[in-house]
């Protein structure tokens, strides 16, 4: 199972929205749950939104709710992060995470639970 992220609008002024995507391939007879990262210099990677493989349960950190959201299109084995309102200190590389997973629901809040991970996408935001 392998994924790739992809950023669409590079480069964005505070206010600003910008749309990641998650797309796999290699995997597509397994179902699983996908976790979006993000790692700003000098800090930890965090856990930002996750969302279940039949992408009716979701969860954000508190960083992000209201601003974020992630839906899944299980069609095209594609997850998106729509991130709206982003301010400076969204600045980061983003990473998405998957795990293979046998409940429709159930959605991974820990970085350890990912096993699959894309490669990282930086996203900067100017003031």
């Known amino acids: 199972l392998r994924f790739s992220c992809r950023v669409w609008g590079g480069l964005v002024q505070a206010g600003g929205s910008l749309r990641l995507s998650c797309a796999a391939s290699?995997?597509?007879?397994?179902?699983?749950?996908v976790g979006w990262f993000r790692q700003a210099p000098g800090e930890a990677r965090n856990l930002i939104a996750a969302?279940?493989?039949?992408?009716?349960?979701?969860w954000y950190s508190d960083s992000v709710k209201g601003r974020f959201t992630v839906s899944k299109n299980s069609g095209e084995y594609t997850v998106y992060l729509h991130m709206n309102n982003l301010q400076p200190e969204d600045a980061a590389v983003y990473y998405c995470?998957?795990?293979?997973?046998?409940?429709?629901?159930?959605?991974?809040?820990?970085?350890?639970?990912?096993?699959?991970w894309g490669k990282g996408t930086l996203v900067t935001v100017s003031s």
């Open positions: 969302v279940s493989w039949s992408g009716d349960n979701t």
């Open positions: 995470a998957a795990r293979i997973t046998s409940f429709h629901e159930y959605l991974y809040v820990r970085e350890s639970d990912y096993r699959y």
């Open positions: 290699g995997g597509t007879a397994y179902m699983y749950a």
